[in-house]
Antibody, heavy 120, light 112 residues
Framework: EVQLQESGPGLVKPSQSLSLTCSVT????????WGWIRKFPGNKMEWMGY???????SYNPSLKSRISITRDTSKNQFFLQLNSVTTEDTATYYC??????????????WGQGASVTVSS | QITLTQQAESLWVSPGEKVSITCRAS???????????LSWYQQRPGQTTKALIY???IRTDGVPTRFIGSGSGTEFTLSIEDVQPEDIALYYC?????????FGGGTKLELK
């Protein structure tokens, strides 16, 4: 059974970088797509982006050049880096696996989520 | 980008009742392959998020048959028949027709 677990600092200062790790067990990240979603206070959800089995990436344009998703296949982990954070980046961050089912992408496995607060 | 609107922030139900959660898209989610790129997700307290429905009406593996997805074009519904206590959760619709993929605002199902 695939399991995903987010980890990283729970508090980040404004203008600094937010870095999170998603550790995957029970499934290789060299298959499928793997990505990040966040939920803001008030429950709004935002798709952030993903990294494919080949290492290519796709990002939400709203995050412009601030976001980077990378991976370490030897550790079966992938990472989120979000630069120049502001208080508006305070959210719970989820990592997820995407599976192609009948031609569509389904986020069929999720982590528990990591709460990140941006504050000085 | 495509906007998804879930009109109801909260819905109150009693066990055994039927409830419907609606999701409206700012443009049609029908692709040229004849499928709608709309899915539904469930977030229960203390549980990981679960994919319930994709292509508007197809249940993912293991999802109980009381969860029914329907709709077309821009209007979609997730119905839960015979609501169980474990169905109390946040429900989101998601469109994957065009990037950036976007979520609805979420509907919280609560017990009366």
């Amino acid at each position: 059974e695939v399991q995903l677990q987010e980890s990283g600092p729970g508090l980040v200062k404004p203008s600094q970088s937010l870095s999170l790790t998603c550790s995957v067990t029970g499934y290789s990240i060299t298959s499928n797509y793997w990505g990040w979603i966040r939920k803001f206070p008030g429950n709004k959800m935002e798709w952030m982006g993903y990294i494919s089995y080949s290492g290519s990436t796709s990002y939400n344009p709203s995050l412009k050049s601030r976001i980077s998703i990378t991976r370490d296949t030897s550790k079966n982990q992938f990472f989120l880096q979000l630069n120049s954070v502001t208080t508006e980046d305070t959210a719970t961050y989820y990592c997820a696996r995407y599976s192609e089912i009948r031609g569509t992408s389904v986020m069929d496995a999720w982590g528990q989520g990591a709460s990140v607060t941006v504050s000085s | 980008q495509i906007t998804l609107t879930q009109q109801a922030e909260s819905l109150w139900v009693s066990p055994g009742e039927k409830v419907s959660i609606t999701c409206r898209a700012s443009q049609s989610l029908l692709y040229t392959d004849g499928k709608h790129y709309l899915s539904w997700y469930q977030q229960r307290p203390g549980q990981t998020t679960k994919a319930l429905i994709y292509h508007a009406s197809i249940r993912t593996d293991g999802v109980p048959t009381r969860f029914i997805g329907s709709g077309s074009g821009t209007e979609f519904t997730l119905s839960i028949e015979d609501v169980q206590p474990e169905d109390i959760a946040l429900y989101y619709c998601l469109q994957t027709l065009k990037k950036p993929w976007t979520f609805g605002g979420g509907t919280k199902l609560e017990l009366k």
